[in-house]
């Protein structure tokens, strides 16, 4: 079957609309998502204490106390390390002052821009206190705004879970109903699945990055390895901007040629553990879509909904292409979505590994 110009021209100004349509309805649509995400991996705690009787409402309820106190100990852990932090912004201020002392010489010496020019280069750009505060109290308030509104739709979302189902089964034709319901079931799985996914690669990665930072001498290691392993979140972009400030502080602090070289092996000896060990047994199974598509993806989760976007574009994706290989006209686009298949298997390391821990 021939593609015509107008056929394409088409399919593109759909593209198109859809992105244009997602990004004004930023405000609507990415609280309900990340509150739709968030969901299904409350819903089998939720489950379970429906299936102990409890009432319904209250195991929602309950549930979302569950997720509350894991982002505040989260939350704690990442304040106390801060607080760490603080007790040394003075010397940090110093050196950091020095240190763009010795950056203002380099700048004179080798491009030859004068220290006043550049001065009055730093000062116009540099926002005013005003401006700082109304840009700070504004995000605040969008932050928590759309917190509530988060919580409000989870809530709504898992307690009226068996009224949407139905809703989205009534519009399937009847003979497509049963592959409707193994579509929604599958889509909740995996979304679950790389939840829980990375939030134990994420814990993983705390362990890891606190012993090597802490082996090689790094000052407060334990903050870096938290922050580190939070920005997990983020595929192939999270670890390497975590050890990036780590680098950059270390170097303010005055660290040496060989624990700059260090904290750089130990970022390189993890990634090759993450990558060749973790990545398959915990993530792997999951969540099945190649890297090409997954740096596609975070770009235009970025360029759409900002860094809620980078967040959800994963689980979006994974969601997509299970909708894809169940619609006959769309499972090119599944195969274009998954990842690459060797023929090969896993390596029988990896196998054997994940036998043990199982």
């Known amino acids: 079957m021939t593609i015509t110009n107008s056929s394409i021209i088409k399919r593109l100004l ?9 990004h ?10 990340i509150a739709g995400v968030l969901a299904t991996l409350l819903l089998p705690l939720s489950r379970w204490m429906e299936a102990k009787k409890i009432p319904k409402g209250l195991a929602v309820l309950i549930s979302m106390l569950v997720l509350l106190a894991v982002l505040a100990g989260v939350g704690t852990l990442l304040g106390w390390q801060v607080s760490e932090l603080v007790n040394d912004f003075a010397i940090l201020k110093q050196k950091s ?12 010496n080798h491009l030859g821009i004068s220290l006043k020019r550049q001065s009055q280069m730093m000062q116009e750009e540099q926002p005013s206190v005003g ?34 189902k139905q809703f989205i089964i009534k519009l399937t034709q009847p003979s497509q109903k049963d592959e409707m319901e193994k579509v929604l079931k599958s889509i909740t799985h995996v979304s679950q699945q790389y939840l829980l996914g990375l939030a134990k690669m994420i814990v993983v990665l705390w362990i890891m990055y606190g012993i090597g930072f802490s082996i090689i001498g790094v000052k407060n290691a334990l903050f870096f390895a938290i922050l580190c392993g939070l920005l997990e979140i983020i595929p192939f972009v999270g670890n390497i901007t975590g050890t990036t400030i780590t680098l950059l502080i270390a170097f303010v602090n005055g660290a040496s040629l060989t624990m700059l070289l260090a904290i750089i092996g130990t970022y390189l000896v993890i990634q090759f553990i993450q990558g060749w060990l ?43 292409k299970i909708v894809c290989d169940n619609i006959e006209s769309l499972k090119p686009y599944g195969f274009l979505i998954g990842e690459i298949v060797t023929g090969k298997g896993k390596p029988e390391i990896i196998k054997k590994i994940k036998k043990m821990i199982k």
């Open 278 to 320: 973790l990545e398959p047994i915990i993530v792997g199974p999951h969540v099945k879509i190649n890297p090409f598509t997954t740096v596609i993806a975070l770009v235009l989760g970025k360029l759409v909904w900002g860094i809620p976007g980078i967040f959800l574009a994963i689980p979006i994706i994974a969601m997509a």
């Open 131 to 164: 401006g700082i505060l109304q840009i700070v109290g504004d995000s605040l308030a969008y932050i928590f705004t759309n917190f509530v509104l988060v919580l409000a739709y989870i809530f709504l979302i898992l307690y009226y879970r068996s009224h949407l």
């Open 24 to 33: 004004f309805a930023e405000a609507f649509l990415m609280p309900l998502t």
């Open 14 to 22: 759909i593209i198109f609309l859809v992105f244009a349509g997602l």
């Open 97 to 108: 002052i020095e240190t763009g002392v010795r950056l203002q010489d380099y700048i004179f």
